[in-house]
């Protein structure tokens, strides 16, 4: 049995009444759906066809629940992404010689400048990524892409950084500037290999969800 648009727009809403609120999570319901009806039914009786189906899966009556079970299940995948690509980062010759070079000019600057100087220096290095986070929220408003459970945890991990480390200087800033260098010293680098990979992830998040849009309008 093989379905219309018109049907696999029917299982869309009837997912979307039902509570199904990411258009991701509901488009690979609706694969499964496809999937089984098309494979097991070679009737042409859709609603029955349909019945079956939400049985098979226990997708009968609300399924708002389901919309929990799918944020731990992107979560755990893309926590795995991010660290993975944190790791990653160290394994290439480039990024370690780029992360060493780094570390040494800030080393350099510190034991240069006032403490004052550094001190903002590194404020305004912190949150330089911001730029890009704001440029990425731009590009998606033009873009709409709706409510995308992928795109969510894409942007969660990509500010990842921001919001784990930034009340770090905050709680140290009572104490001498030595201590205050070395938390800056180790804040800093931790910062940015984690926005690397938070950013890596967003973009690949993109492509998949715009690949995905391309597979719900076609």
């Not at 319901?29 to 999937?35: A, F, K, N, Q």
């Amino acid at each position: 049995m093989e379905l219309t648009k018109e049907q696999i727009q029917h299982i869309d809403n009837h997912f979307k009444k039902m509570g199904i609120k990411y258009w991701d999570l509901r488009l690979e319901m609706i694969d499964h759906t496809v999937s089984y009806i098309e494979s097991e039914f070679k009737s042409d009786n859709f609603e029955e066809a349909f019945k079956g189906a939400l049985k098979k899966f226990n997708w009968r009556g609300s399924l708002s629940h389901l919309n929990r079970e799918g944020w731990q299940n992107v979560n755990r995948k893309y926590r795995s992404e991010y660290n993975k690509g944190f790791v990653n980062f160290f394994k290439s010759f480039k990024n370690l010689s780029l992360f060493i070079i780094s570390f040494l000019g800030l080393y350099f600057i510190s034991e240069n400048i006032s403490f004052n100087v550094f001190n903002k220096l590194c404020y305004g290095l912190f949150i330089l990524p911001l730029i890009i986070v704001i440029k990425e929220f731009i590009s998606q408003l033009f873009k709409k892409y709706g409510r995308s459970i992928n795109l969510d945890y894409g942007v969660t991990y990509m500010t990842m950084s921001f919001l784990l480390l930034n009340a770090v200087p905050i709680f140290f800033k009572d104490q001498g500037e030595f201590i205050q260098k070395i938390v800056w010293f180790i804040i800093l680098p931790v910062h940015f290999v984690a926005f690397y990979s938070g950013y890596n992830l967003y973009k690949k998040t993109i492509v998949k969800v715009e690949f995905m849009k391309k597979a719900l309008t076609s």
